[in-house]
């Protein structure tokens, strides 16, 4: 799915938009499936590229009326498309991890490259689950804010511009190191904050770390990975208790497979020739263009 592509989509997604707000709040029906088809293509084309998901779909609920319907944790529950995507575009890549990493413990081979990546995404996992355990169910705090998904748009569109300023780009994917995957789950951790984005925050520390784009890109999908289908299943379990916003949800889900797996593809194929200063100028205006509607009294 090339850029020049996505006009041909505008106006259906036009449409759809115009068909589910102006029934932002009827009962659960044929609008709220068109609804979560828009969750849905927003979930998975955000996910992925470095932009937050978290924080567009917080924004598109907010904006036109559909937070009576679509709770946190609705949202939260279509996520389990992108986690479904994540596994069918990496399925060959983590069957290689995981029985590279079984043959290494057997032969006691801990320079094995499998048993390397597959610690790495352990260590880089453990932080971001330890400090969202305790914001979630230890402090018992909520982090929805427009004002703080504006802050870390601007925050972390600046992170991504220092890391593609210095970051050396030498090392691949045959060259990650235990210390990488700890790194990178450090920086998976500020991705508990809305607006900064899990895959924007892991490409940063891989770009830091002097990881090639496309290869932080990758490392950064399989790292995040475990995070993420635990997030989702954690957060979105009580959306289930919802009878009639099963079929909703399973819409919402298929929609969200189909374009994170399109955006996975169009990510690690855009970043093998191309820079993310285009990500770093959206980010940035998007922290800028919530902060004003937040002053300006549009958004709360």
């Known amino acids: 799915m090339a850029i020049a592509d996505l006009p ?33 293509i927003v979930q998975g084309i955000t996910e992925f590229l470095p932009i937050s998901s978290t924080a567009h779909l917080l924004i598109f609920t907010d904006i036109f009326g559909w937070k009576t ?3 946190k944790e609705a949202t939260d529950a279509i996520q389990f498309g992108s986690v479904v995507a994540v596994v069918m575009y990496f399925w060959k890549d983590i069957q290689q991890i995981v029985v590279g990493a ?13 048993w390397k990546i597959l610690i790495g995404i352990i260590a880089g996992t453990i932080p971001a689950l330890a400090v969202g355990f305790m914001i979630k169910k230890v402090l018992n705090v909520s982090l929805e804010s427009n004002v703080l998904i504006a802050v870390m748009a601007i925050v ?34 500020i991705a508990l904050l809305p607006g900064a984005s899990r895959s924007g925050s892991t490409l940063t520390a891989g770009l830091l770390l002097g990881l090639e784009r496309d290869t932080a890109a990758r490392f950064s999908f399989l790292l995040g990975l475990p ?16 009878h009639d916003m099963l079929v ?23 970043l093998r020739n191309h820079n993310t200063w285009g990500f770093v100028w959206y980010r940035l205006g998007l922290g800028v263009a919530l902060l004003i509607a937040v002053i300006s009294g549009q958004l709360k």
């Open 8 to 40: 041909t989509l505008q106006p259906l997604f036009a449409f759809l938009i115009a068909q589910a707000t102006a029934q932002a709040t009827a009962p659960v029906g044929i609008f709220t499936w068109v609804q979560a088809v828009i969750l849905g």
């Open 102 to 114: 079984i043959a290494a413990f057997r032969t006691k081979d801990w320079q094995r490259e499998e």
């Open 69 to 71: 319907i679509w709770t």
């Open 227 to 242: 995070a993420l289908t635990i997030a989702t299943l954690v957060q979105g379990k009580d959306a289930l208790s919802q």
């Open 248 to 270: 909703p949800l399973l819409i919402g889900t298929a929609s969200a497979f189909v374009f994170s797996y399109l955006s996975i593809a169009w990510l690690l194929k855009f």
């Open 156 to 189: 972390m569109s600046l992170l991504l511009a220092l890391a593609e300023k210095i970051g050396s780009r030498k090392r691949n994917f045959d060259q990650l190191e235990v210390k990488d995957g700890f790194l990178v789950g450090l920086g998976q951790m």
